[in-house]
């Protein structure tokens, strides 16, 4: 798209400008011919250029009013893309998607809101696969090792219901403008079949938000003496010793894996 924009710093636009990184990206969604891609903030269409007439369907959700105005225009009467004007932490795009579950994910995201939008998108029903371009610092968290020191509530929050790699950085110079920090390309697969229940999830997300609030703490103080878990000490016993961790363990020692077995023994 060749329409002058000035990028608004309110809604931390930063436009990628290296076509390499745009296929490469584009290639790591391993989209077929008749696959449905929603795109995130697709700006002046860096991505869409490599997605439109390569897949079956394409719903792009773009805040910028003069950007979506440009893709409104450029996709006229094309049955195959369909342009949702708003954010997307409050509009439903999934109402214009044939099928969440096998819905393919892509998008440079704003850095301020990385982590709601991550955890919007792996709200139920969550779509096959997410490649997102992310801050450099926020895919070393959702990657981070069990016991190191950038794992932490959102590296549980994200393992527990999806595996995740992170593919390859993205230095700043490839954006204009250009930003203060790298980023990197994290590719997230939701596990089919779900491996918890609607309740336990719910349960979970409780008790690691908890675990790290204290994160200095061992875990059986965090059972019994947190106000959002308060379990007795049998309770909390019983709840460890099913999730495989320890009393004394601090949160940080403890895998996602983990994590679930614990949230589910607590209900």
Do not use: C
């Not at 950085?169 to 939701?190: E, K, L, Q, T, Y």
């Not at 790290?212 to 703490?217: A, L, P």
Request: charged share 30%.
């Amino acid at each position: 798209m060749t329409t002058p924009h000035r990028a608004k710093k309110s809604l931390g636009q930063n436009f990628l400008i290296d076509p390499n990184l745009q296929r490469k990206i584009v290639a790591a969604l391993e989209a077929e011919p008749t696959d449905e891609v929603l795109e995130i903030g697709p700006g002046h269409g860096a991505l869409t250029d490599h997605l439109e007439g390569n897949v079956g369907r394409l719903v792009l959700v773009e805040l910028d009013d003069d950007l979506a105005s440009a893709l409104e225009r450029r996709f006229a009467g094309r049955s195959d893309v369909v342009v949702i004007r708003g954010d997307v932490l409050q509009v439903d795009p999934l109402a214009q998607v044939r099928d969440p579950e096998d819905l393919l994910v892509i998008g440079n995201i704003p850095y301020n809101i990385t982590t709601p939008i991550l955890f919007r998108l792996l709200e139920r029903p969550r779509p096959r696969r997410i490649v997102l371009m992310v801050q450099e610092d926020v895919a070393a968290r959702i990657a981070a090792p069990v016991g190191t020191r950038a794992y932490g509530a959102l590296s549980v929050g994200v393992r527990s219901v999806a595996s995740v790699d992170r593919l390859f950085g993205v230095g700043r110079r490839s954006f204009r403008p250009v930003p203060r920090v790298d980023s990197a390309i994290v590719r997230i697969d939701p596990f089919r079949p779900e491996r918890t229940s609607a309740a336990d999830e719910a349960r979970l997300r409780v008790v690691v938000r908890a675990a790290f609030q204290w994160r200095r703490k061992q875990l059986g103080k965090i059972l019994r003496d947190h106000p959002d878990i308060m379990a007795d000490d049998e309770v909390a016993a019983a709840a460890v010793a099913s999730a495989g961790v320890e009393l004394t363990d601090r949160p940080e020692r403890v895998s996602p894996e983990a994590f679930v077995r614990l949230a589910t023994s607590l209900g």
